[in-house]
């Protein structure tokens, strides 16, 4: 059971378990976005995901039911399918293993919504159109001290022009989310361009980008600590 989640069931224990029956009225199919990053690979890159109001149930038991239009949804139909998980009374799936990647020891797979800390699980966080769910691993060595994580994970995020006239300068900048989604910029960021290492962000979080060749350049930024940051198209013309 993930540590940073084991508070959610006091709470949950008050929700009706499988929350997510089918209403009398079925709603409209949302589209929301997912992205699942792995420890050495991103294992599902950001695509748009469409979301019907129909139940999902992962291990066969019909009271083991989770709505659609859930992350739970969302990581459903952006995997085909391809995740195990267990599930917990008043909290529903988690999410052990994700496209055959299985976190090793006591980290797990962290769940975010529209860049800050989900306060529930997979079944409990319900999404709007355009929404986006982020799930990474989260490296987490327990104190019982502070009954938490001391020092856990949180993803970058980067910000690129959309276009650059080839030769060039363009300004990329990358931040640090914090569990309530305020950024911060993050030096030190290692940028890549189509998977080729450029450098790192400044002391401002600032890296500047010369376009070189005519194409789309996808660039995205790591760091250790952090999760990776989104791709980021960038058309050089």
């Known amino acids: 059971m993930p540590i940073r989640l084991t508070g959610l069931l006091c709470g949950g224990l008050l929700l009706i378990t499988g929350a997510t029956a089918a209403s009398a009225v ?20 950001t695509r748009t995901v469409e979301l019907a109001d129909a139940p999902i149930i992962k291990d066969g038991n019909p009271a083991h039911s989770c709505a659609g239009q859930t992350a739970l949804g ?10 195990m998980g267990t599930w917990y009374e008043g909290l529903g799936y988690s999410a052990d293993t994700i ?13 975010w ?20 769910v982020l799930l990474f691993v989260q490296h987490c060595t327990y104190d019982p001290t502070i009954q938490a994580c001391p020092h856990p994970e949180t ?7 959309s276009t650059l006239r080839k030769g060039r300068i363009g300004t990329l900048h990358v931040v640090d989310y914090d569990a309530q989604g305020k950024t911060t910029p993050e030096p030190g960021a290692t940028i890549y361009a ?7 962000t400044d002391k401002h979080g600032v890296f500047l980008f010369k376009g070189r060749t ?4 996808k660039v995205y930024a790591s760091k250790t600590g952090f999760a990776r940051s989104e791709v980021a198209d960038l058309r050089i013309r």
């Open 74 to 83: 969302a990581l459903q139909a952006g995997t085909g399918g391809n995740w």
């Open 155 to 161: 993803p970058l995020g980067i910000r690129a022009p």
């Open 214 to 217: 005519k194409g789309v350049a």
């Open 113 to 132: 919504v529209d860049h800050k800390l989900s306060q529930v699980g997979l079944c409990g966080a319900n999404l709007k159109t355009s929404d986006s």
């Open 26 to 45: 079925a709603a409209a199919p949302i589209k929301a976005q997912i992205r699942v990053e792995g420890t050495a690979k991103t294992l599902v890159a």
């Open 194 to 200: 189509n998977g080729k290492r450029l450098g790192k």
């Open 99 to 111: 496209k055959g990647f299985k976190p090793a020891g006591s980290d797990y797979f962290e769940l």
